[in-house]
């Protein structure tokens, strides 16, 4: 497994020595907190100016060490999973240089395939059409998922390496011209859309916000938005990816140009992306939703601040994709154009946070109920994060 540095933040040092060789954190979960896996987090600087150090490593209670990554927003982040009412103690060490850990969580644009933004984690993968999607025309607004199994290293280089390999498809064109069935049978061999062993892609995203991507709706229409702009990776593993999305200019309403921005990050661990939205040119404010289609054979449920979907995706025997979003501070769901959302109220200065994505019914989560029922868990953990306190 590709594994990568904890590279060092662009924060002050401490001028002086210190004596210090290890600092303490106090981690806890809140009484109405959750059982799942979060990440700690605490400012780079804090403990970097504190022990004089250019580069740190995390240690828990048991002396275990705990793979860590400082984010480009100056956070030292690592994975914890703990009772709720429960705290633990971990120290971070001054390291002579950076440690490497397996990369969890990663991704990259993929401009040889029509401008994609793809990532993943050890459980799920994701992909968002870009500006070269959108030249062709192609109504392609939402998100797509990806398939994985479970514990998998990296697997989306893998799934688009002979997709967009020319050769393979000039080889492609030539069976074709001797053979058509033959030709079929070699895309089969390599295709992204069948699993293989490591994963697919087998969710149909098409004119609608597919897993979970924020709209604007108005007289109960949604107004969705093209593919992205320009986008910006701001974290790349080991376990944290985020990417910044800005998008052209549009008309809303009175609103000439309207600019929308996302930072979208995903965690190890973590079923749901983190996305935070906000408009440049807002006059007003306007309701704004987040969702899953639903299609035939596709199920409901919900929660407060969150609506899960089943889809019975592509193909003959693909399983079932559970989506979910969760929206806190939201209103009740509702129905709106064939989709299933949650809404809230967005004034022009706001920025929305969301968290989108999905399960495989073949892996962790086999119903939509139990799925549902992880949804409310991170509801509760979004609402009582876990607390990291420097002790003296």
Not at 287 to 304: D, H, K, N, Q, S
Request: proline share 6%.
């Amino acid at each position: 497994m590709k594994k990568i540095k904890l590279i060092m933040a662009l924060v002050p040092l401490l001028g002086a020595c210190t004596t210090k060789n290890s600092i303490e954190l106090i981690v806890s979960n809140p009484a109405g907190g959750a059982a799942v896996e979060q990440m700690a987090s605490v400012p780079a600087a804090a403990v970097l100016d504190g022990l004089g150090a250019g580069y740190v490593y995390v240690l828990d209670a048991s002396g275990s060490e705990v793979p860590s990554q400082i984010t480009h927003d100056g956070q030292l982040i690592f994975p914890v999973r703990m009772a709720p009412g429960s705290e633990a103690s971990y120290t971070v060490h001054a390291a002579d240089s950076a440690h490497e850990y397996d990369v969890v969580t990663c991704g990259r644009p993929y401009p040889e395939r029509a401008d994609d933004i793809a990532w993943e984690n050890e459980r799920v993968g994701f992909r968002i059409y870009g500006p070269a999607t959108q030249r062709k025309g192609e109504r392609a607004f939402g998100y797509d998922i990806f398939f994985k199994h479970l514990n998998n290293e990296p697997i989306l280089p893998v799934l688009y390496k002979d997709e967009t390999d020319p050769a393979v498809w000039a080889r492609v064109d030539s069976l074709r011209a001797i053979d058509p069935k033959l030709a079929q049978e070699y895309i089969d061999s390599f295709s992204y859309h069948i699993d293989h062993g490591l994963g697919m892609d087998c969710y149909a995203v098409g004119p609608t916000l597919g897993d979970g991507v924020a709209a604007f709706v108005e007289n109960d229409s949604i107004l969705f938005a093209w593919c992205y702009d320009t986008v910006e990776v701001l974290d790349n593993g080991p376990l944290r990816f985020t990417a910044r999305l800005d998008f052209a200019p549009r008309a809303l309403g009175a609103d000439s140009a309207v600019v929308e921005h996302r930072v979208i990050s995903l965690d190890r661990g973590s079923y749901l992306n983190r996305q935070q939205t906000w408009f440049d040119g807002l006059g007003t404010s306007r309701l704004i939703c987040a969702g899953m289609p639903v299609r035939e054979g596709g199920e409901t449920t919900g929660g407060p601040a969150y609506v899960a979907v089943s889809d019975l995706t592509q193909g003959p025997d693909n399983g079932k994709a559970l989506l979910g979003v969760v929206m806190p501070g939201s209103e009740d769901a509702a129905f709106i154009q064939n989709h299933y959302t949650v809404v809230k109220e967005m004034a022009p200065a706001d920025t929305l946070t969301h968290y989108w994505g999905f399960a495989w019914d073949r892996e962790d989560f086999g119903t939509l109920d139990s799925w549902g029922a992880h949804l409310g868990e991170v509801s509760r953990a979004i609402a009582n994060p876990v607390e990291v306190t420097i002790k003296n």
